[in-house]
């Protein structure tokens, strides 16, 4: 019934549409900075919002379960992998319009392109995105930041539509943005647009600020290893990475994940599972608990089933 289901949805969507990418059975490791997860049953790249809108609509009316990825940046997949379909916004939708001081953004563009592209218009308020390596939709949904900015101070409404298709549009103050929150975390919506309404800056002085942004983070990151970012939240008390480091767990391991040597604060995946690596968030959680009394709470979003056990 799910597969028959599957294919219905594979059969009709090519219908609606000649060039649509479609594919079944792929591992969520190839679409991961984690490089961790076992097999989507079938992942959707569309090109247009009207192919979001029908895949909606036809995935809705066959009881499919949709999930929405962007750069796969801040995902922890399971083993087992993602069951239903995956509808990936990543580069294919990255139209843009700039009006003044305002930027509309389709949300399968990077961050670092929106960051480049305001720079080029003379607009700030960016800078900080230029480093992080997800998507406009990702960044929105996650109320990204670093270096004192955050998607909160710059967006103005964010557009996209509910799970039956239905058009949606919040603006900044209905998006309920905290610390690497948004209200989107509680609802299921897919985000196509967000508009920015930015402050004048001087295209020299933005790009000298990204640079030496982007020099911080390389000294300080391990940007050469397998990771989602910092795994854990900043808490109320202090930062993660001190506390992980201060309980003396750098370079911690289980399996093949690894608290990095460079920055406690990332957990890297080195050829291991997805199994390791929740093992390894369990265990730092539980010692800077013991040692702190901080229950350190997941930035990572972690999706998928556990991989079925295998018999011997
Ligand atoms: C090396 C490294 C450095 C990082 N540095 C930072 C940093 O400085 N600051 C920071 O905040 N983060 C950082 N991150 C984490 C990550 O890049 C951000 O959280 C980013 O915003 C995630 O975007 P994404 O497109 O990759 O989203 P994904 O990882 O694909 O998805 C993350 C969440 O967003 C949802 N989502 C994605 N796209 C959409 C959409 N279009 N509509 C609705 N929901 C959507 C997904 O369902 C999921 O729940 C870093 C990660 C790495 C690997």
């Not at 989507?40 to 979001?52: C, G, K, Y």
């Not at 750069?71 to 580069?91: M, Q, T």
């Not at 305002?102 to 949300?107: A, E, F, L």
Request: net charge neutral; with cysteine; hydrophobic share 40%.
């Amino acid at each position: 019934m799910y597969e028959a289901s599957l294919n219905e949805l594979e059969r009709r969507l090519r219908a609606g549409s000649e060039h649509i990418s479609i594919k079944r059975n792929v591992p969520m490791a190839r679409y991961t900075t984690l490089h961790l997860g076992g097999p989507a049953d079938m992942i959707i790249s569309p090109e247009r919002e009207e192919q979001i809108q029908q895949t909606l609509q036809e995935a809705h009316a066959l009881e499919l379960p949709v999930l929405i990825m962007g750069n796969g940046s801040n995902l922890l997949v399971k083993d087992g992998g993602l069951r239903g379909v995956v509808l990936r916004l990543c580069r294919d939708m990255q139209g843009m319009e700039i009006n003044g001081n305002r930027i509309r953004i389709q949300s399968g563009a990077m961050m670092s392109t929106l960051a480049n592209a305001a720079a080029d218009a003379e607009l700030g308020g960016l800078t900080f995105a230029s480093g992080i390596p997800g998507t406009v939709g990702g960044g929105a949904y996650m109320n990204a930041g670093a270096y004192g900015g955050e998607m909160s101070q710059v967006v103005t409404l964010v557009e996209g539509y509910d799970m039956k298709g239905e058009p949606f549009r919040y603006t900044r103050p209905e998006m309920e943005f905290t610390y690497r929150h948004s209200r989107l975390m509680n609802e299921d919506k897919i985000i196509t647009r967000v508009t920015f309404q930015l402050p004048q800056g001087r295209r020299e002085d933005l790009l000298a600020e990204m640079v030496e942004f982007n020099r911080r983070r390389a000294d300080k990151q391990p940007l050469t290893q397998f990771s989602a970012g910092s795994t854990f939240k900043r808490p109320p008390e202090g930062y993660a990475a001190q506390m992980i480091d201060e309980c003396g767990l750098k370079g911690c391991a289980i399996g093949g994940a690894q608290v990095s040597e460079k920055h406690a604060g990332f957990l890297i995946n080195q050829g291991g599972t997805a199994a390791d690596f929740l093992a390894l968030m369990a265990h730092v959680q539980r010692v800077v608990y013991e040692r702190k009394g901080v229950m350190l709470e997941p930035e990572v979003r972690i999706l998928g089933t556990d991989a079925p056990v295998q018999s011997i």
